[in-house]
């Protein structure tokens, strides 16, 4: 079934909210909601009560209710997406792109299979806290199951998994550690995409889409690599600087 157009009616000045609600599946509160907070433009008003919407704001609509449904995005990193990544293209970049997103495959296509999440964490010594934990804190993705259950992509228990190995390895509450610690990764991981996605919109243009999509495949494992080898790096680097430098000031051994 071919997906339903997104002209607004002939002769008008665009979609009105009950008809933006019609199309999209979703409540009026919600699209406001989405308003308030910046996820979605404010409309062409025409009245106190009454705006006109376009296109574009069933096109966002319909993008959030994907990112939520099928990647399982918070709406925070959904508009961080907004907000920068996405908007750093031109529309020409955004259809290459598009094109280039329709042909990756493997790890990067996605995948809609679901887990319970508290399930998960239980296998792994966590509680159903450390679950919403690393929710707010934007390492796991999680979205409530028609039944109620908080569930998550099947791939993403690893990162239950190993949050549950960081526990065992000794970073744990009763010396100050928390899933909120891991904020600093989601920020770093945040800033890269930034970078990552400048570069991109200069190049992309100037690449196929199916050797871009291929690149995409089999670079970003390499990408990741080489960002691990050098954190470690400069973990290492910092232990010796601090191994070769004697304590000093009142509380150092050379007083």
């Given at each position: 079934m071919s997906r339903p157009s997104t002209a607004p009616p002939a002769g008008s000045g665009g979609y009105k909210m009950g008809e933006l609600c019609a199309l999209t599946g979703l409540p009026r509160q919600v699209i406001h909601f989405y308003i308030q907070e910046g996820l979605l433009p404010e409309g062409k008003k025409v009245g106190k009560t009454m705006a006109y919407y376009g296109p574009q704001h069933l096109?966002?609509?319909?993008?959030?209710?994907?990112?939520?449904?099928?990647?399982?995005?918070?709406?925070?990193?959904?508009?961080?997406?907004?907000?920068?990544?996405?908007?750093?293209?031109?529309?020409?970049?955004?259809?290459?792109l598009s094109e280039v997103a329709s042909r990756v495959k493997g790890e990067l296509q996605g995948g809609t299979?679901?887990?319970?999440?508290?399930?998960?964490?239980?296998?792994?010594?966590?509680?159903?806290?450390?679950?919403?934990?690393?929710?707010?804190?934007?390492i796991l993705r999680i979205h409530a199951a028609a039944n109620g259950a908080l569930v998550i992509d099947r791939r993403?228990?690893?990162?239950?998994?190993?949050f549950g190995a960081l526990r065992v390895a000794g970073f744990t509450e009763d010396v100050g550690f928390s899933a909120k610690d891991l904020a600093i990764y989601v920020e770093a991981a945040a800033?890269?995409?930034?970078?990552?996605?400048?570069?991109?919109?200069?190049?992309?243009?100037?690449?196929?889409?199916?050797?871009?999509?291929?690149?995409?495949?089999?670079?970003?494992?390499?990408?990741?690599?080489?960002?691990?080898?050098h954190h470690e790096n400069v973990v290492r680097d910092l232990l010796a600087a601090l191994r070769e430098t004697p304590p000093t000031g009142p509380t150092g051994a050379n007083s």
């Amino acid at each position: 079934m071919s997906r339903p157009s997104t002209a607004p009616p002939a002769g008008s000045g665009g979609y009105k909210m009950g008809e933006l609600c019609a199309l999209t599946g979703l409540p009026r509160q919600v699209i406001h909601f989405y308003i308030q907070e910046g996820l979605l433009p404010e409309g062409k008003k025409v009245g106190k009560t009454m705006a006109y919407y376009g296109p574009q704001h069933l096109d966002r609509l319909r993008l959030i209710k994907k990112l939520q449904d099928e990647r399982f995005l918070p709406l925070k990193a959904i508009k961080a997406l907004f907000d920068s990544e996405l908007d750093a293209f031109t529309p020409e970049q955004r259809a290459h792109l598009s094109e280039v997103a329709s042909r990756v495959k493997g790890e990067l296509q996605g995948g809609t299979e679901r887990t319970d999440a508290v399930a998960v964490a239980a296998e792994h010594g966590l509680r159903p806290q450390d679950v919403s934990e690393l929710a707010d804190t934007g390492i796991l993705r999680i979205h409530a199951a028609a039944n109620g259950a908080l569930v998550i992509d099947r791939r993403d228990a690893e990162l239950v998994a190993l949050f549950g190995a960081l526990r065992v390895a000794g970073f744990t509450e009763d010396v100050g550690f928390s899933a909120k610690d891991l904020a600093i990764y989601v920020e770093a991981a945040a800033m890269m995409l930034r970078r990552e996605t400048e570069l991109l919109a200069q190049r992309a243009a100037f690449i196929r889409p199916e050797r871009l999509a291929r690149m995409l495949e089999e670079g970003l494992p390499i990408v990741h690599a080489i960002f691990a080898r050098h954190h470690e790096n400069v973990v290492r680097d910092l232990l010796a600087a601090l191994r070769e430098t004697p304590p000093t000031g009142p509380t150092g051994a050379n007083s």
